[in-house]
Nanobody
Framework: QVQLVESGGGLVQAGGSLRLSCAASGRTFSSYTIGWFRQAPGKEREFVARIGWTAVSTYYGDSVKGRFTISRDNAKNTAYLQMNSLKPEDTAVYYC??????????WGQGTQVTVSS
């Protein structure tokens, strides 16, 4: 099983960009589907994006399509979330998660993203 650590969060102005990283331990990272989720205060957790183990298959939530890009580098055991054209409503704690199948069963600790208007 992998363990996940997110990084790259911070404070950015609206219209700016950030790249989040999700570093994984374990030799089987390449076998996992990786997802990014976010949760804003007082709101439910929201799906952001996912990438399959081959990195060919990607899928995005409607609110981030065209602005965010998910990618992975299996040689580095790391997944990324490039976030462009950020909006204040993107402010949230961002989590990466991993699964082999079914539900995501491994989660990172989260990284805060704050977008100022």
């Amino acid at each position: 099983q992998v363990q996940l650590v997110e990084s790259g969060g911070g404070l950015v102005q609206a219209g700016g960009s950030l790249r989040l990283s999700c570093a994984a331990s374990g030799r089987t990272f390449s076998s996992y589907t990786i997802g990014w989720f976010r949760q804003a205060p007082g709101k439910e957790r929201e799906f952001v994006a996912r990438i399959g183990w081959t990195a060919v298959s990607t899928y995005y939530g409607d609110s981030v399509k065209g602005r965010f890009t998910i990618s992975r580098d299996n040689a580095k055991n790391t997944a990324y979330l490039q976030m462009n054209s950020l909006k204040p409503e993107d402010t949230a704690v961002y989590y990466c998660a991993a699964k082999l199948r079914g539900d995501y069963d491994t989660w990172g600790q989260g990284t805060q993203v704050t977008v100022s208007s």
